[in-house]
């Protein structure tokens, strides 16, 4: 090894929970992405949905640190990847994929056989990863949506 080196720590995957609300939003907001504070991604909302037992986080940790999470949910008919992130200076190694097939694996153990995601139309990377893993880019898809405000 050359001297100086650093030797990188394996990469362990774990179910997150409740307690784990501060890493994944620090995470998140790392990552780039937008945060509902107020919504869908307040603390009693996130504790909530992991309560309804249809929301699954797994991350991936390093060195005892956050590197990447996925949100798997599902509706009973169908399976959702919500929320991917990768921390900036782990990407490009694999994580996002790793986390997919994770979340997929969960689903799957859940009955659902249809797993879906949404990505905005300017996120190549996503597009591509997700190409990559399998998924199949509709074009002919919308999204509609109706919300109580904006902050949710
Ligand atoms: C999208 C994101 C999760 C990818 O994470 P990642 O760990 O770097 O992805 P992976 O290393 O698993 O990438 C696997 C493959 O996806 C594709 N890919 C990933 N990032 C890419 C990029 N920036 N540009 C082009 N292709 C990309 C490549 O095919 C890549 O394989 P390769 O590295 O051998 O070329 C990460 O960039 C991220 O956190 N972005 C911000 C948050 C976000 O947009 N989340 C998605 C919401 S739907």
Redesign the pocket.
Known sequence: MTPGARVKSAVAVRRLSADDYDAIMDLWQR???HIRPQGRDARAAFAGQMASGVQTVIGLEQDGRLI?VVVATHDARKGWIN????DPA?????????LIEEAERVLHAQGIRLVA???EDW????L??LQ?EGYVLHRDIYYLSKRDSQDV
């Not at 996120?123 to 996503?126: D, I, L, Y």
């Open positions: 990552a780039g992405l990447g929320r991917l992130a990768v782990h990407r490009r190694q694999g994580h996002a994929a790793r995601a949404l990505v996120n190549e990377a996503s591509r990863l990559r």
